[in-house]
Structure formats: C-alpha cells, structure tokens
C-alpha cells in the first residue's frame, strides 16, 4: 500500500531535464489504481441503470487522483473512515473488486453480506471504517480511531475524510477542538468538490478557504490540488509525517471535481458545461497515461493491455456480482448487535 520518497526522483537536476517526478513503478500504481476506480464507477452506473443496484449510489468519477494520492503516501496500519462516496477509497484500500460490486447489488458475497450497500463498505482488516451515511457522522468516529491508536501507543494515524458540505457540521469543530486538546494522530481531510448535493461552498458559508477553518484550532492547514496524484501523495506525506511524529492533527482542504451528479438521481443542472469541461480538461487519468506516454516509462501497447485487463475484471466482478445469492432472511438481525459482557450485568 505505502510508497515512500525512495521512488521519488526530486532533485532539481532532474526536474530542469523535464525526467519525470516519481518512479515509472509509482506512475503505474497510480494509472493502474484511478483506471479501476473509473471503469467500475462507470460499470456501477450502468448496473444501475438497469435497476441491479437500488438504493442511493454516489459515484467518484473525476475524484480518482485524491484516493491515489493518499494511499500511495501512507503505510501499513493506518486507518481511514470517510463519508458515502466511497467506493473509490474503498478500491484505494485494496477491497476486493468482486466484493465490492457484489455489496452494491446487495448479495452476500459483498463486503458486508450485501447489507451496506453503496454508502457502507467496511473492512477491519484493511483498516477501513466506512462509508457512513449521515453526513458528517464519520468526524468524530474518526477521531475516536485516533484516540484508540493514541491509547494503544502505535505509530498508527487516522485519516479522516469528509465533503466539502460535512465541514459545516457541528460535529467537525467539535472534533477539531477534542482532537487538538488531546494531541491525537489523526489526519483530517476535506474532498472539496465544490458542491453540498446542489449547493455551492460559496452559498453556504462565507469562509470558502475551507482549510482556514483550522486557524481556529492552531490546526496546521493548507490546500491541496485534487486532480493531480502528485500533488495529494505530497501534501499527505508531509502531514502524515507532523501527524505520526506527535505533533497532533493537520487538516487538508484536498481542491477536486465530481463529474457526474451528487448521486444517480442527480442531472447537476446547477453547474455550466464549461466548468465541467476545465476541469474534465484536467482529468486525472489521462493526464498520468499522457505523462507516463510522454516520458516513455510505457508504450501505448502496454498501457492499452493494462486498461483492458482492469476492463476484464471489472467483468468479471459485475458476473460474479450477478452469479451471487442474495443474503438469507434469517442473517436480517445478525451482525447488527453484540451482547456486552459488563461486570455488573453477570448474575
């Protein structure tokens, strides 16, 4: 999962001969991890077009660059816990595609038995925590994950994710101000795609350098560029770094662009052609496939064979996805509730 600077080529030496700024090894992880996300996004809204997903789906097309950016910067063992649209930080994690798509049609085989369904993928042993539905419910889980890393004294940080329309919760300053006092190792980071469902970051606040929201905190802060891979892994690795040596929270506003609607029912009327066009303009994945291209780290032949080989498995998960059962009535109240074994409550 991490990639540490040994694959970065940095030096200024390097940078003037126009060589490019990362390893052909990272470039690829990079492609390889936004294509994926793209296709199965692309096939999750096809299926659901077709009414094999129900319920609400919120797809990451345009997003990838910031689930690549951030996984590629962190290590084994840290946690991330973001809102519901996830299914591309999910993929980030390393879930498996085939459970993946089998969750969104609600068959056992997915990644919670088919009972989450696209808003609550979860995976204890990848250390993902969700895919929450309520917005802004995932902060203070979030924080809570750090303050167990803190107790248990790991080296572990938790990256804590939320939209630009969560910031204007009162559990994120709540958090912000707990996480602070408590110096906890946890990283947190704002998807600001421009857009609460409908509604524009400029009409729901007059602070919209979102980032600045840390000032009141002391919270170390900046913006980030969202559509380059580059640009996230850079900005994680260095607050990453402040987090995990005991310096406290560091709060990234990460800059991106959702290019399809809020949610599937969403025609995004509220946006012109021509912002999305700047910034479809700026597309993630083809600018990391004409950067790899550009520098000859792979030829078109073999950029054409890893595209068609994600396309394979994106078939293959929508076919196992379809072969699946759905889960049992009887498994209805399983996995819903833990029976707590308290000193006080033993006979």
Same mark, same amino acid.
């Given at each position: 999962?991490?990639?540490?600077?040994?694959?970065?080529?940095?030096?200024?030496?390097?940078?003037?001969?126009?060589?490019?700024?990362?390893?052909?090894?990272?470039?690829?992880?990079?492609?390889?991890? =936004?294509?994926?996300?793209?296709?199965?996004?692309?096939? &999750?809204?096809?299926?659901?077009?077709?009414?094999?997903?129900?319920?609400?789906?919120?797809?990451?097309?345009?997003?990838?660059?910031?689930?690549? #950016?951030?996984?590629?910067?962190?290590?084994?063992?840290?946690?991330?816990?973001?809102?519901?649209?996830?299914?591309?930080?999910?993929?980030?994690?390393?879930?498996?595609?085939?459970?993946?798509?089998?969750?969104?049609?609600?068959?056992?085989?997915?990644? /919670?038995?088919?009972?989450? #369904?696209?808003?609550?993928?979860?995976?204890?042993?990848?250390?993902?925590?969700? #895919?929450?539905?309520?917005?802004?419910?995932?902060?203070?889980?979030?924080?809570?994950?750090?303050?167990?890393?803190?107790?248990?004294?790991?080296?572990?940080?938790?990256?804590?994710?939320?939209?630009?329309?969560?910031?204007?919760?009162?559990?994120?300053?709540?958090?912000?101000?707990?996480? =602070?006092?408590?110096?906890?190792?946890?990283?947190?980071?704002?998807?600001?795609?421009?857009?609460?469902?409908?509604?524009?970051?400029?009409?729901?606040?007059?602070?919209?350098?979102?980032?600045?929201?840390?000032?009141?905190?002391?919270?170390?802060?900046?913006? /980030?560029?969202?559509?380059?891979?580059?640009?996230?892994?850079?900005? /994680?690795?260095?607050?990453?770094?402040?987090?995990?040596?005991?310096?406290?929270?560091?709060?990234?506003?990460?800059?991106?662009?959702?290019?399809?609607?809020?949610?599937?029912?969403?025609?995004?009327?509220?946006?012109?052609?021509?912002?999305?066009?700047?910034?479809?303009?700026?597309?993630?994945?083809?600018?990391?496939?004409?950067? =790899?291209?550009?520098?000859?780290?792979?030829?078109?032949?073999? /950029?054409?064979?890893?595209?068609?080989?994600?396309?394979?498995?994106?078939?293959?998960?929508?076919?196992? &996805?379809?072969?699946?059962?759905?889960?049992?009535?009887?498994?209805?109240?399983?996995?819903?509730?833990?029976?707590?074994?308290?000193?006080?409550?033993?006979?």
């Amino acid at each position: 999962m991490a990639t540490t600077t040994k694959n970065k080529k940095t030096s200024n030496n390097q940078k003037k001969s126009n060589k490019p700024a990362y390893s052909k090894d990272q470039y690829l992880r990079w492609f390889e991890l =936004m294509f994926r996300i793209r296709k199965f996004e692309e096939r &999750a809204l096809m299926m659901y077009g077709k009414q094999k997903i129900r319920g609400f789906c919120h797809v990451y097309i345009g997003q990838e660059a910031v689930a690549a #950016g951030i996984e590629s910067a962190l290590k084994d063992g840290d946690a991330i816990v973001t809102a519901y649209r996830q299914h591309g930080t999910a993929l980030g994690r390393g879930l498996d595609t085939k459970a993946c798509m089998a969750e969104l049609f609600g068959k056992e085989t997915g990644v /919670v038995k088919g009972k989450g #369904g696209s808003m609550h993928f979860f995976d204890k042993g990848k250390r993902y925590f969700g #895919g929450n539905g309520i917005v802004g419910a995932q902060i203070p889980i979030g924080t809570g994950i750090a303050l167990a890393e803190q107790y248990k004294g790991t080296d572990n940080i938790c990256v804590t994710m939320f939209g630009d329309g969560a910031a204007r919760q009162g559990s994120l300053h709540e958090s912000f101000n707990m996480a =602070m006092t408590w110096n906890l190792p946890v990283l947190y980071i704002c998807e600001n795609n421009g857009y609460a469902m409908g509604t524009s970051v400029a009409r729901t606040s007059n602070v919209t350098e979102l980032y600045t929201l840390g000032e009141s905190y002391d919270m170390p802060a900046e913006p /980030v560029d969202g559509m380059s891979p580059e640009s996230v892994h850079e900005a /994680v690795e260095k607050a990453a770094e402040h987090v995990r040596s005991g310096k406290g929270p560091y709060f990234l506003e990460i800059r991106t662009y959702r290019y399809k609607g809020h949610s599937v029912s969403d025609p995004a009327k509220y946006r012109t052609k021509e912002e999305v066009k700047s910034y479809q303009e700026r597309d993630p994945v083809k600018t990391v496939e004409a950067r =790899m291209l550009e520098h000859e780290l792979l030829s078109q032949d073999e /950029v054409d064979a890893i595209k068609e080989r994600i396309k394979k498995e994106i078939d293959e998960a929508v076919e196992f &996805a379809e072969q699946s059962p759905l889960p049992d009535p009887s498994e209805l109240y399983t996995d819903n509730y833990v029976q707590a074994d308290y000193p006080f409550m033993r006979d």
